[in-house]
């Protein structure tokens, strides 16, 4: 079906904090060596009293903390039974989703821009992701635009509000205070030189002094959030401490996807960010801080299991749709129908409508010869937020995952063991969702949480105008009912840009 039409815009009254002997220390530090790191006296914590009543009202600070592949089977377990004690006992003592239905298609970048701005991709502008080079060109397959939806941060600005964007994704150029890149491939190369550009002048001082020029801060893993964890303490208690605070950990990413969510190590690693988690609240409490701000960790999508890869360009090479270059078998000299991956589903983009219905005959011949993947129909894509410029898309069934070689086997095994990026949610992509702290009610579990409703939900709590695009506020997390924004939420406009 052809589709050429534009998309629009339109805790509880406790903290029962948990310690074990692995507990890393809270935000309190000294510097050594040029790397910010917690005081002897303070790496083994003993067992913290219990925080003051949480109060009712808007929080002056609220953290939005992202984790990588975060379910709900990391903290709905017993406080003493999850892989993430702490997080459980956040999940125990404020509100808890059972289940967090992630956009489509399933990949961060997206998941980022919808809980940013409440947006699904199609209406966030955010509709592609990960281009290699050697692909089409951006003027054919588009590349990751500027969110045009309006996001959180500048829903802060319009309220006098400022806001500190640490590692967020898609949110490099974003018009905020406080900003600090987020990890990307292969830059540990040109990390000074990134970091003097993409990090804000408010922020950049203060990022070099606790560490930021040593390279393991550029590359994803236990190192930067513990970097990025230290930033957000000696941020927060800072004259410039900002009201809102988007954070992005990362060590949990390359092991979901190497070994799978099974893995011998996701536990341990994930088990690690519960540990960054809990300094931030000991840090929030120390700088007597935790009265007054709210803490919501979410995942950005579930990482499901994989064993086979399917190159559906390989069909479309074979129909004569796409010509390699002879000096590289996966760079495209000329291309008249393209199969652009998200592991788990794919947009096929084409020339005209003629290549897109010959596209459409070759790949259903392969999806019919290997059982390994299904077509999407446009109607299905649309209903989804998918990018509208795409004539139809593919789904690979549990367990494949969808390239874009255009040489290589159709079929052959996946040298990773997790992926993401599957249209139709499934249990198993479901992500995670806790909310705690001043305002938020204690002891209640979400049987469904869109991933949508999270960015209006925390724009009624903090009083702040955001246009409700898909996502609607879940009131019923609150306290006592937020103060609804003034009904003239479009007149925010400016770009995130």
Known sequence: MRRRERWGLRAGTRL????????????????????????????????????????????????????????PAAYLSRPNEAFMPSLAQLATDGVAAERVEPVSPA????????????????????????????????????????????????????????????????AEEAQAEHRFPEVLPAVVSAWSDRLQTRTTPALLERARRLGANDPVVAVAGQERDRFLVNLTCDLAQSPQAPALVLLRLTQTEDVLRTEGPHGLNVRAAFARVDQEIERLLQCLRRGELLEKSALVVVGDRGIVPIHTMVQPNTSLAAAGLIVPKVEGASLVHRWSAFARSYGGSAFVYARSEEDAVLARHALSEAAQRTRAFRIVTAAEMLRVGADPQAWFGLEAEPGFFLGEEITAPLLHPTTQRGGDGYLMQSEAQAAGFVAFGRGVRSALRLPRLRQTDIAPTLARWLGLQLPELDGRPVVGIFQTPPVAAPANVNTVTESVE
């Open 16 to 71: 029962a904090l948990l310690t074990t002997v692995t507990l890393v220390a809270a935000c309190v530090t000294e510097e050594r060596g040029g790397r910010f790191r917690p005081s002897r006296s303070q790496e083994r914590p003993a067992r913290a009293s219990a925080s003051a009543a949480v109060t009712s009202g808007p929080p002056s600070r609220l953290f939005l903390v992202s984790v990588p592949g975060l379910t």
């Open 107 to 170: 990949v961060s970048l997206f998941a980022h821009a919808a809980l940013a701005t409440g947006a699904l991709p199609s209406q966030s502008g955010v509709i592609a992701s990960d281009l290699s080079e050697g692909l089409p060109s951006a003027t054919s397959i588009r590349e990751a635009a500027p969110m045009r939806a309006i996001s959180l941060w500048q829903a802060a600005a319009s309220a006098g509000l400022t806001s500190a964007l640490l590692g967020w994704p898609g």
